[in-house]
Nanobody, 121 residues
Framework: VQLQAYGGGLVQAGGSLRLSCAAS????????VGWFRQAPGKEREFLAR???????TYADSVKGRFTISRDSAKNTVYLQMNSLKPEDTAVYYC????????????????WGQGTKVTVSS
């Protein structure tokens, strides 16, 4: 499956952005899907996932502010980000795998190209 992530940009603290991840080649219905991010000098960090039976899980750092969702008709997964903080500045990646995606990014098979989010204070 090929993943295309987009929707990043520059936003002020307290603002919102919605990231999109479109899949081609395969339907997302056959994959576990998640979002990660990587800030400069830091390891890639798990943010949110669809697990078994589409159960959603979030990292503590984004719980209550970020929401993962999907539009099956468009074969697209979204990450709605609200109440953004300067520490949310990072490159955001969507991820997919036929296996359950846990917080260990090294085990994920498919990645989008990343979309940059910058939050100004």
């Amino acid at each position: 499956v090929q993943l295309q992530a987009y929707g990043g940009g520059l936003v002020q603290a307290g603002g919102s952005l919605r990231l999109s991840c479109a899949a081609s080649g395969r339907t997302f219905a056959n994959y576990f899907v998640g979002w990660f991010r990587q800030a400069p000098g830091k390891e890639r960090e798990f943010l949110a996932r669809f697990g078994y039976s589409d159960y959603t899980t979030y990292a503590d750092s984004v719980k209550g502010r970020f929401t993962i969702s999907r539009d099956s008709a468009k074969n697209t997964v979204y990450l709605q980000m609200n109440s953004l903080k300067p520490e949310d500045t990072a490159v955001y990646y969507c991820a997919a795998d036929t296996a359950y995606i846990d917080s260990n990014y090294r085990q994920v098979k498919y990645w989008g190209q990343g979309t940059k989010v910058t939050v100004s204070s």
